[in-house]
């Protein structure tokens, strides 16, 4: 794995993320309620706190909780919420030593197919069904990782330019196509919400 990816929009942070397939998985594990760059910018913020240039996860894992928990708090924080984000990490960390020796790629080498990979993602703490088909798709439209049906495991994330989500994003342009639809799913979700609320209140 070593390949220029633009998620970060900062070439440190993109570089390690590219070539480091446990950075990636982290980077994916931040990636909620705060701005993509900024998680996609935390693997080699931690990487750089820890003192190495690459995440490892035996290291993390072994980590002592307080100690890992103040390297993500230090200023600037990793996370809106270090704390709670350090010990998802080093969940994710401890169940990649326990399931695949620490080995971050391990999870989708050598996998058959498309459902066989998004079952394995969405085993991982802190993955859920859809952080799983992001990532996949993340793989397979930049990454190289394309078992049989990766498209279709991946849902509405898999079909080319979609720019739904980060598996899309190489480039300003098509950061700003993404952040445009993630703007159009809250504003009608709150429309939604709001009708919901009108209609509570007529019922009433």
Known sequence: MDVTLHLAQDPAADELLGRSPLAALVGMLLDQQVPM????AGP????????????????????????????????PAVHRYPGSMA?????LCQYLVEHYDGDAAAVWTGVGTGEE???RLNELPGFGRQKAQ?????????????????REAAGDYGPAKAFRSVADITDPASLAKVRAHKQEIKAAAKAAKA???AAAGESG
């Open 37 to 40: 760059e900024w998680a996609f």
């Open 44 to 75: 080699r913020t931690i990487a750089d706190r820890l003192g190495t240039d690459d995440l490892d996860a035996h290291r993390i894992a072994a980590h002592d909780p307080e100690a890992f928990a103040a390297l993500l708090s230090e200023k």
């Open 87 to 91: 010990g998802r990490i080093q969940q």
């Open 117 to 119: 990979l998004l079952a």
């Open 134 to 150: 992001i990532f996949l798709a993340l793989l397979g439209k930049q990454l190289g990782v394309r078992p049989r049906g990766w």
């Open 195 to 197: 009708a919901r609320t």
